[in-house]
Structure formats: structure tokens, C-alpha cells
């Protein structure tokens, strides 16, 4: 028998065994705490435990359990909430009451609850990895495609009536070439550090559409893309990873609380229970499914929980459906990895986090992807990771290789948040590599006058920018009126276009047509300006009129339905300049 | 019970017994000294039959004979009962007022556990604190946990009195509050200044207080907030008090911390910190919240210095990101004369959004702590621009807004500290000084709430 010979926190040791392999799920103590074999030589095994060690002694078994550390997957995840190894906190809050004790052992998925199964194969159908034997509906928007395991393949000899069966029912039999008999139920385990496979990449070319103006606008994702938004504290990164889980037009959304607040997790219980899905009228939670180890849970765990997350993505892409992945935040796993890696006595890298972070963080990242499933169907994971570099200091490893593996980077500014202008996404130091896959998409679908419109805004930005260098220096009273006017148009970009209100009804969710229009308007505010100035008109004439606050409030006063006011107000635009220019040179 | 004679080594607070045989993982030690006093330890590592101890009182006498040591079997336990209040403890949670010891109704263990986010309560009801920053512009909930980022020197600890004094906390009848106060590494005369407050203020037998000094062993002082907590959780939970916990200095507790850790070898992350800093404070500031089925609540005031007033170190910086936003104090208000001396623009109160507005404060709290905020960046705004071209120079606007920065801080900033301001006052006062400026520069907020909040008549008594 196995024993412990070593405790040090989460990390324990076994003498002189050769029973384990790497990454082998373990159950250690009399508690039987689930652990993971992290290293293994021929004198000691090190095992991280995902649950607290308080109590244990040298001397308890440790067992292996013969497989990787891995998930279930089958219907009931969604509107589920999970702990970081995938078991249900509402199951354990019912055996343990308020506060999680150690060695709860809860199955993963409700076992006794009966589901409306459809068998979609018949007899002597040829089945492979990833074929679709039975659907169920698992929410009101979710339907679930029970698929054969990616490993086993072979021909059906056995079918159940369509009915209500539970997840470890068998519902199908198919015989391998080997002549082997595989029953298949419910649901299928996968382990959670290896992707689950696909048939192939497909190039990425659709939006990931939010709602959220600087997003979709400025600074683009697309469907089976990674995004990281590093912050200092209070920039709101978790208020933005929020709004983009409510409202992005992904099928499926996996929140992952990795390392943060209690209190959060609860509001997203409460707040997504209670919101409506604008595309399909139903609740939130229909469509999402949260992993909660917050910051005072075992750090193991922390480690684990992105892996489980991503794998329950991946299972859901394969069904051909479009996830995105909130993970907030990166860095508190980064830290789990430091921790651990310090407890193991490894030789650091930069500022303490271990040599294999880089490698660590492109094995998640590139788990993200726009897919050709086995099955046929498509599917896409949108990775959408939030940073929280030490010191706000994006020179900071995890901010600095997390932006080696992604392609869009939104940075969240200080500056910006403390004026509680909110995304606080800076314009100037965030990219977005996706704006070119995407330009067809939104030439065909918006309007073939949407990229050149934005260019012009993020010109005016620019030019702003380069202004400010100036007025910084000597004030904008001295720059000629086409200058004040490009400051002008700024503000109005900025505080009327990319300042966005989550709090408001409209505001908070704004589609393409809508942003498409602001910035038409916006711009032929500026063009009809500028005409007037040109002919020697001076800028505050026409400031007075308020016509600029008229245009900085279109977000709140035009709502999402009427697009047709935005025709009204360019024409109250035209009118006010034009008026602007008979009054003065009346005067002359 | 097995006794072990002398040790193996001491190193620091640390020391090794060897050919241990039934030492379990975090478990209590008590080391018998030659003399007869007894200090408390707790099991740190365990590798085979070595066993690593911290010793609480610190290491000081011991040699590697002169002691016995005895393996108590159960990890750090606290005695509870609802007799706590208007008790002194140490760092250890041992009775220091000479009243002799608790009649425990039950002992917990005082590392708590994890409370599961699917039985949290999402805090909505907001405290009044009579402090118009505060309330307005950071506002305090129950059940938050809202630290004071300080420098030396600045008033954090008068604020914090002002707010135990002034905050709303309890329910109508007032009966179920207590307060939760544990010192750790202040100087004597900080602790006396908070218990004189307490006393003055008449809540002296309404508050836990636990002490660990700035002479007093390190090992305590990290046990001190555990402590502090494991009473607040049994008495909002089981008890169902609103329990206002204030921890003082965060700072202290970190390094005492970082001195253990680097004791017992470990590799240090960013300036010298253990990499677990994060999970350690953590484990502390989580430990604040209401429970499904539980009448109380834990709230949370955690103070600390920056050192250097850097908020980017690490204790101030780690905060931050676990906590539910901060009150930041500043050097420059505070020579200015301002109290309470609030940074108004790095403060932030993220469970504000959801306990503020109609049903809860006022309807218009939000537009209104918007628009402050919006315009007071502009002011720091014009204020660069001055200090280079000079304020002469400066736009009408600008000037409108250098003159608005001024008054705000003048009249809505500062406040005596028996000053305590409702709700209505804190939020009119906002808007008479918002209407210094003109209408057009009041961008964040819808025409119809201008109508009827924007009076520049009333806002000429600043003038």
C-alpha cells in the first residue's frame, strides 16, 4: 500500500513506489482528498492535493484511481455551477451546509434525474469518433448531442426506445472492429489537460458580436478567437468580461471564476438568473455555466479549474455550438502554478513564476478555435482572458506572454476608469489582429462603408492624440479652429461613441446597425463642421448652437429600434450648420 | 500523550523535532519550557518522521534540550460563545484583561473555511456612514469588505473611528451590532487611542478587540486576523449580529509574513513577499459576507499603509484586486488641511452600482456620483495645465473647473470628524456644488434630472 511520507500544504509526497503516472488522478488520506500526481521519480511521488490538508498524517493511504484527472460530460452542466474540478456547489452547500468541508464526494452530474432522450441512429449504422447517437433537450435553448467517444468507433447492433433515461443509462451498443461491445450512455469522461480532438481548422472569419461599441467597432474579435483584457484594479475587468458573457451572440458561455471574489460569482447567479437573452427570450443562465473557485478555495483546484472549463467548451463545440470562455482572471491561475512550482522547490524565472509559464499559457490559448467537427457540424471556443498584472505593470510576465498568444489585447486604463469612463478600453494601447479576417464580414452584413468609417474615426483619435501633445503644453485656446475641431470631434467619439452605460436599457447592448449609424452621424457632424469652418465660420458658432450634445446624448435618446431618427438628426445637423453660416454672413 | 524531549534545530520562529511518529498536518504543539512557562506552536511541514513547528511566542530561551513538546492532536482552535464581546485578546485569542478565561459554547478552528459561493447572499443594503466621500462617491455596503489604503502619518485611524462611531450598521433596534477590532503590529498608544474611541463613543462593551503590538512575537500577529475573524463569522452567522470587523495595519501582517516565510525558506516572489500572499490575504478579506438563512453579516474595514505611498506595492496591490473596491487617503489633501483626506478618484466602491438608488439611498445617487467623478477628473485635468501655462491663461472652462475642484473639496471633502451628514444633505450639497459649472459640462447626466437638480442660485453661497 501507498502511503504519505511528506505534507507541505496542497503538495505531498510517496516514498519508494512506481504504482503512479504523471497527471494520474489520486485520492489521498483517510479523508480521501482528490489529488493530482504531479512528478514522479524512482524514489518519490509529488502529488498536489485540490483540497485542504489540515489534519493529515504520514502513514494514510494514498490510492491511485487508474486515469488522468478528468470530467464528466453529459447533459446537466448547463446552468450548472461547479467548484474548479467540476463538482456542484449546490450539492455540496446540501451535505455540507455554508461553509465546504473536505472530501465531499459528490457525482458531477445528477445521476437520478431523467432526461427526454431521442435516438437519432438505427440499427447497423457505422458510427466513428464523435458521431451523434442522441439528443436531448438540456435547457430551453440548449439541445445535447450525446456523441461517441472520440477513441471508439463501430457499428450500432443495439438501440433503446426514445424516453426518459438517466445519464448512466446505456441508450446505444455498437460492436468495434474488434468485435468488442461498447454500451454508450449519457455522458463520457474526458481528461481535462488533453483537447478534445476535431476534424479540422477553419479559417476565422466571423465576429464574436457583443454589443459593446468600442468592441465590435474599434477593436474586433471573431468567433474562435482569443481576446486578454489586463487591468489594474478597479479598471473593471470583470465588468467587462461580465457585459460580454450577457450579451455576446455565442451559444454557449463558460464563466470561469479563477481566484476571485466570492460576492462576484453570487451576483452572476443572481443577475444572469434574471436577465433575458435578447436572441432568444429566455433566461441567461439557460445558456451559461460557471466554474467558481474563488480566492480562498484550495489553490490546486484554481489550477484545474481553467483545464475544466476549457474541456467543457471543447465537448460543447464538438455538438457544433458556438462557446465563448470568460476566464477571470489568468493571472490568479498564473499564480497557482507559482505557488505550486514554489512548494516543489523548482528553480524560478522572472519574478518567481516557473520557466514552463509560457509554455503553459499557449497550451490554453490554443485550445480556442473555429472548428470542423467529426460529426460534420461546426463549432468555435472564444477564449476571452482577463489579466490582472501586479502593480498595473504590463510589463509583468503573465501580461507580457499572455500577449505573445493572443491576438486581440484590450488594456484597460487606469486614467480612463478613475473618470469612470466605462469600458475603460484605451484606444491607443489595445490592438485588435482580427480587423482584416473580419472586414468581409462586415462589408456583406453592415454596410460597405463600415471600415471606412471606422478608419476615420480612429484617424480623429489619432489626430486627437497628437493634438493633446500640444494643448498639454500651451493650452487649445491657441490652435486654429480645424484643430479645436478635430478636439471636438473627439470628445464627441469619445464620450458620445466608445463611452458606453451598462446601466442603461439601450446603452447596454448596442447591434452593429445602430453603432454602424452613430458613426455615420458622428462623422457628418465633423464633415458638416469643418465645411462651415472652411468658409472662415468660426468653430464656437457653431459649438453654441449644442449641436455636439445633441449627438453626444444619440446613445441615450435614440433607441435601439428607431434607427430611422438617425436620418432626422443628420438633417437638424445640416440645418443648424447651414443656419449657423446664414446668420453670420447676414452680419457681414 | 507522547512527549518529545528537546529539539533538532531552531531557526527563527521555526524549529524541527525528529523521530516524530503521529504528527498530523497543521495540528497545535505546546512546548513546556525547563522554567515552566508553555508557548504554542503549529505544524508547518511534515516529512516522514521530521516534523517543522512554528513556535507563536516566538524562540527566544529555547535550546535543544531545555524542552518538551507535546502534539495537542486538533488544528488552531478558538473558544466562541456570545460572552466575546467587550473582551481583550492576544494575537492568539487568549483572554489579556485579567478576566479570566471564555466559557466556550463551542471551539472552532480559526483558519475557517471556504464559504461556497452558491450560499452567499449578494450584500445590497447600504451603510450610512455620515461621511458625504464615503456615502456619495465609495459608499459602504453590508457585508463588503472596503479597505483604507493609508500612508504614515494620514488619518486613517481617525477615520476609522468616525466610521465605527457613525455607521448605521445595525438594524432599527440597534441591539445586534458588535464590532471586531484587531490590531496587529500597531504602536501602544494607536491601540489605547481606539480603545479611548470606543469607550467615548459608549460601544467599548459592543467591541471584540484583539491585540498584537508592534513588540509583540510576529507569529501571533499572524494569527491575530485569523482569530479576529473566527469570532466575527460565530457571531454574525450564529449569533446573527451585523459585525463590523476593522483590521489594522494589513501592512504589518504581510511583513510579519514575509519575516516567517523567509525564515522557513521559501522562494520569495516580488519584493520579498511569499508567492502565496495573494491566497494568504484572501483567505482574510473573503471571510466577509452574509449567508443564506443568517439574520448577520461581516463586514470588513482593513486598513493599511503604503509604504512609500506606493498603492502598486504588493500588500496594497493584491488588496485591491481581492477586495471590493478601496478609500484611498491622500498626502496632498491631508496638507491641505482636508479631513477626512479621501483621493476621490482612485476610491471606488464596486458593490456600490447595486445598493444605491431609489428603495435604497436616493434616485438620483448614481447620476449624480457619476457626474462628481467625471468632473473632478476634469479638474486634475486643468490643474496639470495650470501648473504650466498658469491659471491665468487657462480657457473659461478650465477655470470654471479649477474654481469647482476647489469648493468641492472645501465644502463637500471636508468635514468635521463629528460630523454626520444624511444621506439628503450629502447628495444636495453634490449638486449646489455641481452647479458652479456650466450646464453643457454636465455630459453624464439626462436633461430632465438637470431641470430639476442644476441651480446655480444656490450654488453662489460657495462663492
Known amino acids: ?588 | 500523550m507522547l512527549q518529545y524531549v528537546g529539539l533538532k534545530e531552531i531557526n527563527g520562529p521555526l524549529v524541527v523535532l525528529d523521530d516524530v511518529s503521529d504528527a498530523s498536518y497543521d495540528e497545535v504543539a505546546e512546548i513546556r519550557l525547563e522554567n515552566g512557562s508553555k508557548r504554542l506552536g503549529r505544524v508547518v511541514q511534515i516529512d516522514g518522521k521530521r516534523v517543522v513547528l512554528q513556535v507563536f511566542e516566538g524562540t527566544r530561551g529555547l535550546s535543544l534540550k531545555n524542552t518538551k513538546t507535546r502534539l495537542m492532536g486538533r488544528p488552531m482552535e478558538m473558544p466562541l460563545s456570545s460572552e466575546l464581546t467587550g473582551r481583550v485578546f492576544s494575537g492568539a485569542g487568549r483572554p489579556i484583561d485579567g478576566l479570566g478565561e471564555i466559557t466556550a459554547e463551542k471551539y472552532a478552528d480559526i483558519n475557517g473555511k471556504p464559504l461556497n459561493p452558491v450560499s452567499r447572499k449578494y450584500p445590497r443594503n447600504y451603510i450610512n456612514t455620515g461621511i458625504s466621500s464615503i456615502d456619495a462617491l465609495a459608499t459602504l455596503i453590508r457585508g463588503q469588505k472596503l479597505p483604507v489604503f493609508s500612508g504614515s502619518g494620514l488619518s486613517h485611524n481617525k477615520l476609522a473611528v468616525q466610521i465605527v462611531r457613525q455607521a448605521k450598521i445595525a438594524e432599527e433596534s440597534g441591539e445586534d451590532f458588535a464590532v471586531v477590532f484587531a490590531a496587529m503590529g500597531v504602536k501602544n498608544d494607536v491601540a489605547d487611542y481606539f480603545r479611548r474611541s470606543f469607550e467615548e463613543s459608549g460601544v467599548l462593551s459592543r467591541v471584540v478587540m484583539f491585540l498584537n503590538l508592534s513588540n509583540d512575537p510576529i507569529i501571533e500577529r499572524i494569527l491575530a486576523p485569523k482569530c479576529a475573524l473566527t469570532a466575527a463569522e460565530y457571531l454574525a452567522f450564529e449569533k446573527n449580529m451585523h459585525i463590523l470587523v476593522i483590521l489594522t495595519d494589513m501592512t504589518s501582517y504581510s511583513e510579519a509574513l514575509r519575516e516567517f516565510s523567509s525564515s522557513k525558506g521559501e522562494i520569495p516572489g516580488r519584493k520579498g513577499y511569499p508567492g502565496y500572499l495573494y491566497s494568504d490575504l484572501a483567505s482574510l478579506y473573503e471571510r466577509a459576507g452574509i449567508v443564506e438563512g443568517s439574520k448577520g453579516s461581516v463586514t470588513q474595514i482593513p486598513i493599511l499603509t503604503m509604504p512609500n505611498d506606493d498603492i502598486t506595492h504588493p500588500v496594497p496591490d493584491l488588496t485591491g484586486y481581492i477586495t471590493e473596491g478601496q478609500i484611498v487617503l491622500d498626502r496632498g489633501l491631508d496638507q491641505t488641511g482636508v479631513y477626512p483626506p479621501v483621493a476621490v478618484l482612485p476610491s471606488l466602491s464596486r458593490l456600490m452600482k447595486d445598493g444605491i438608488g431609489e428603495g435604497y439611498t436616493r434616485a438620483d445617487h448614481s447620476d449624480c456620483a457619476n457626474q462628481l467623478f467625471a468632473a473632478y477628473a476634469k479638474v486634475q485635468d486643468a490643474r496639470s495645465l495650470a501648473s504650466v501655462i498658469g491659471e491665468e491663461e487657462l480657457s473659461d472652462m478650465d477655470k470654471a473647473y479649477i474654481r469647482f475642484g476647489r469648493m468641492f473639496e472645501k465644502y463637500f471633502l471636508t468635514q468635521r470628524s463629528d460630523e454626520n451628514r444624511s444621506i439628503e444633505e450629502t447628495l444636495d450639497l453634490g449638486w449646489d456644488l455641481l452647479s458652479l459649472l456650466p450646464i453643457s459640462a454636465l455630459d453624464r447626466v439626462d436633461d430632465k434630472l438637470l431641470g430639476e437638480k442644476y441651480h446655480p442660485e444656490r450654488a453662489e453661497r460657495f462663492i
Open chain 1, 1 to 588: 500500500m501507498n502511503t504519505v511520507f511528506s505534507i507541505n500544504g496542497p503538495v505531498i509526497k510517496v516514498r519508494n513506489t512506481k504504482d503512479f503516472s504523471m497527471q494520474e488522478m489520486v485520492y489521498a488520506g483517510e479523508k480521501r482528498l482528490i489529488g493530482e500526481v504531479i512528478a514522479v521519480n524512482d524514489e518519490e511521488t509529488t502529488i498536489q492535493v485540490y483540497e485542504v490538508t489540515t489534519g493529515m498524517k504520514p502513514g494514510e493511504p494514498v490510492d491511485p484511481s487508474g486515469m488522468p484527472m478528468s470530467v464528466t460530460l453529459g447533459p446537466g452542466i448547463i446552468s450548472n455551477i461547479f467548484d474548479g474540478i467540476e463538482r456542484p456547489l449546490k450539492q455540496i452547500a446540501d451535505i455540507s451546509g455554508a461553509f465546504i468541508g473536505e472530501g465531499i464526494s459528490v457525482s458531477a452530474l445528477d445521476e437520478d434525474k431523467l432526461w427526454d432522450v431521442t435516438v437519432t441512429v438505427k440499427e447497423g449504422d457505422m458510427l466513428s469518433g464523435g458521431s451523434i447517437y442522441a439528443e436531448c433537450p438540456e435547457t430551453p435553448v440548449v439541445a445535447h448531442r450525446c456523441m461517441v467517444h472520440p477513441e471508439l468507433s463501430g457499428q450500432v447492433i443495439w438501440t433503446a426506445e426514445n424516453g426518459k433515461y438517466r445519464i448512466n443509462d446505456t441508450v446505444c451498443k455498437i460492436k468495434d472492429s474488434e468485435g468488442v461491445t461498447h454500451d454508450l450512455t449519457l455522458c463520457q469522461k474526458w481528461p481535462i489537460k488533453q483537447p478534445r480532438p476535431f476534424a479540422e481548422r477553419l479559417s476565422i472569419n466571423r465576429p464574436l458580436v457583443t454589443g459593446q461599441r468600442v468592441i465590435d467597432t474599434v477593436l474586433p474579435i471573431a468567433k474562435g478567437g482569443t481576446a486578454a483584457v489586463p487591468g489594474g484594479f478597479g479598471t473593471g475587468k470583470t465588468m467587462t468580461q461580465h457585459q460580454l458573457a450577457k450579451w455576446c451572440d455565442a451559444d454557449i458561455i463558460v464563466y470561469i471564476g479563477c481566484g476571485e471574489r466570492g460576492n462576484e460569482m453570487t451576483q452572476v447567479l443572481e443577475e444572469f438568473s434574471h436577465l433575458i437573452d435578447p436572441r432568444s427570450g429566455k433566461a441567461l443562465t439557460d445558456r451559461t455555466v460557471l466554474i467558481a473557485n474563488t480566492s480562498n478555495m484550495p489553490v490546486a483546484a484554481r489550477e484545474a479549474s481553467i483545464y475544466t472549463g476549457i474541456t467543457l467548451a471543447e465537448y460543447y463545440r464538438d455538438m457544433g455550438y458556438h462557446i465563448a470562455i470568460m476566464a477571470d482572471s489568468t493571472s490568479r491561475w498564473a499564480e497557482a502554478l507559482r505557488e505550486i512550482s514554489g512548494r516543489l522547490e523548482e528553480m524560478p524565472a522572472e519574478e518567481g513564476f516557473p520557466a514552463y509559464l509560457p509554455s503553459r499559457l499557449s497550451e490554453f490559448y490554443e485550445r480556442a478555435g473555429y472548428v470542423k467537427n467529426f460529426n460534420g457540424t461546426e463549432g468555435s471556443v472564444t477564449i476571452i482572458g482577463a489579466v490582472s498584472p501586479q502593480g498595473s505593470d504590463f510589463s509583468e510576465p503573465v501580461t507580457q506572454n499572455t500577449k505573445r498568444f493572443v491576438r486581440c489585447f484590450w488594456a484597460l486604463d487606469k486614467a480612463l476608469a478613475y473618470a469612470r469612463h466605462y469600458p475603460a478600453i484605451n484606444w491607443n494601447d489595445s490592438y485588435s489582429e482580427y480587423t482584416d479576417d473580419l472586414e468581409e464580414y462586415y462589408e456583406e452584413n453592415v454596410s460597405p462603408d463600415f471600415i471606412p468609417y471606422r478608419r476615420r474615426l480612429s484617424n480623429i483619435l489619432i489626430e486627437e492624440n497628437k493634438l493633446m501633445e500640444i494643448v498639454k503644453l500651451i493650452g487649445a485656446d491657441v490652435l486654429p479652429d480645424d484643430q479645436k475641431l478635430v478636439i471636438e470631434a473627439a470628445r464627441v467619439v469619445r464620450v458620445g461613441f466608445l463611452q458606453q452605460n451598462a446601466y442603461h436599457k439601450d446603452d447596454t447592448y448596442v447591434p452593429l446597425e445602430k453603432q454602424f449609424m452613430m458613426m455615420r452621424t458622428i462623422l457628418k457632424l465633423y464633415d458638416t463642421t469643418l465645411e462651415a469652418v472652411n468658409k472662415g465660420i468660426p468653430l464656437a458658432r457653431i459649438t453654441d448652437t449644442g449641436i455636439f450634445e445633441r449627438v453626444i446624448k444619440i446613445k441615450y435618446d435614440i433607441p435601439n429600434d428607431e434607427l430611422k431618427l438617425f436620418d432626422k438628426l443628420d438633417n437638424e445637423i445640416a440645418e443648424t450648420v447651414s443656419g449657423v453660416i446664414k446668420a453670420h454672413s447676414h452680419k457681414k
